[in-house]
């Protein structure tokens, strides 16, 4: 007898009351439960590498594991079985299979239009079934909550999945894929003259947030401008995003791009870090800095990059690099970026709502200390042009001590203090970022006079 024609004989006036045997509600409850100890066991376990597609796999297996379990012990346990919940597992242990494939197989494309829809069917169905064939109310309520949750991630990757296939076609690579050794990263150069000025944006930044500054440096010579591992157009990379990696990088990508030296490297914020390592490690390459509201180096020991904190950070970065796949990464950073210009904004914004970009960003955020010891290895840039910006407005206490500490690395140096803007303004902002374009030119005059700067 189908379960169809048990509903209708339920309904039939006269027919004795149906007592059903076992506690459904316990099963429910323990079945699902099950599900989401496996899964934090499975992330946390040292055995399962911190990859973003593994742990995805590993979680949605385990997802899989308790609906077959609310199946199976329904139907043993009780006389109302739950049999429909076996669609869910079957759903759930394809999703974790597929996710498990490398990223960019043709698999996990196709299957990432497919999900969406047909878990959004699924929640439908599933909500059906278990409205008719789920007799006791209190089990009915715990499934809801669940039931919700998926068709919020079926809703949210759809979405995200229908705008980032927009956001390529609206924001095409502008410069070009250079591999610099097990990964490509992108630059982008325009202008022409020498010396080269490099752009490096803070934690979190991609070419896109020197909209402004690009631009009007490139009236007066070269400007490149780049995506670090993970951001933009440039691939993830394995392993800890520090300064020392990301200066070894920066190096690959320009002489492999065909980029001439010595260059201007300017860094906002974090980037101010980047851009120290790299003079420290690649004196013969720097003509001159500009450092713009620059984050302080911290002399010490170095630290150990591979530590407990740090395989435990890249579990939970992995996993909320998942969760930028629902869509949730876009709903955030639509309030960023506002200052710059229109396509920049929009192609910012875009960036940073994929997973890759969130990885990327968690990575420098865990090797933040680290990096600031690494800058501290420049300790002598001679009398090689220096500019230190520093904003006015929301800093913390120390903040203008640190930027004169970095201004005494060179006998040519100028520090400056920009009126009336912010940390984040100073590169985004049209009229702050008026003073970073100013310095940059200012240190390229002295490059190629070789003059001291003129100071402000």
């Known amino acids: 007898m189908t379960s169809q024609t ?31 100890v496996v899964a934090l066991a499975l992330v946390a376990a040292p055995f399962i590498p911190a990859k ?12 899989a594991l308790g609906w077959a379990l609310l199946a199976v012990l329904s139907t043993r346990f009780t006389t109302e079985p739950q049999r429909w919940a076996a669609a869910p597992a079957a759903f759930l242990a394809v999703a974790g299979l597929i996710s498990l494939l490398p990223p960019g197989s043709v698999v ?26 789920l007799r006791v109310r209190s089990a009915r309520w ?16 759809g979405y995200q999945t229908v705008r980032e296939s927009i956001d390529t076609r609206a924001y095409p690579m502008p410069g070009q894929l250079v591999d610099v050794g097990g990964h490509r990263m992108h630059i982008h150069c325009t202008g022409s003259g020498s010396p080269t000025v490099i752009l490096e944006p803070g934690r979190g930044g991609a070419s896109s947030d020197s909209g402004w500054v690009a631009p009007v440096v490139a009236r007066d010579s070269t400007v490149c401008v780049y995506d670090r591992a993970g951001r933009g157009w440039s691939d993830p990379a394995v392993g800890p995003q ?13 002489e492999r791009a065909q980029v001439p030296g010595p260059y201007v490297l300017a860094g906002h914020s974090s980037g101010g870090l980047y851009v120290q390592t790299f003079a420290a490690n690649y004196p013969d390459q720097v003509a001159g800095l500009v450092l713009l509201d620059s984050t302080a180096p911290k002399p010490g020991p170095a630290l150990p990059t591979r530590t407990e904190s740090y395989d435990v950070l890249g579990r939970v970065s992995a996993v909320f690099s998942a969760v930028w796949h629902l869509g949730a990464g876009r709903l955030i950073v639509q309030r960023s970026y506002g200052s710059l210009p229109p396509h920049f904004r929009g192609e910012a914004r875009a960036q940073a709502s994929t997973a890759p970009y969130l990885h990327s960003y968690i990575e420098e955020v865990v ?12 300790t002598n840039l001679d009398d090689k042009p220096l500019v230190v910006v520093t904003a006015d407005t929301g800093n913390p206490a120390g903040w203008e001590q640190a930027q004169d500490m970095m201004a005494a690395l060179s006998t040519n140096s100028s520090h400056r203090v920009a009126k009336d803007t912010t940390h984040a303004l100073l590169l985004h902002d049209e009229t ?25």
């Open 367 to 378: 090797a933040s200390n680290t990096s600031m010891q690494q800058a501290a290895a420049l």
């Open 432 to 456: 702050s970022s008026a003073t970073a374009s100013q310095a940059i030119h200012d240190v390229l005059r002295s490059v190629r006079a070789g003059s001291p700067l003129a100071q402000q």
């Open 6 to 36: 048990q509903d209708r004989d339920l309904r039939i006036p006269g027919r004795p009351e149906h007592t059903p045997r076992g506690h459904l509600g316990l099963i429910v409850s323990a079945s699902l439960a099950t599900g989401g």
């Open 52 to 63: 973003e597609n593994v742990l995805t796999g590993v979680v949605l297996l385990a997802f």
């Open 142 to 157: 715990l499934l809801y909550p669940v039931l919700a949750v998926l068709m919020v991630a079926s809703v949210g990757g």
């Open 242 to 254: 520090d300064a020392a990696r990301i200066a070894a990088d920066l190096h690959t990508l320009l």
């Open 108 to 133: 996990r494309d196709v299957f990432s239009w497919v999900w969406p829809p047909a878990l959004f069917g699924l929640v439908v169905w599933m909500f059906i079934r278990s409205r008719r064939q």
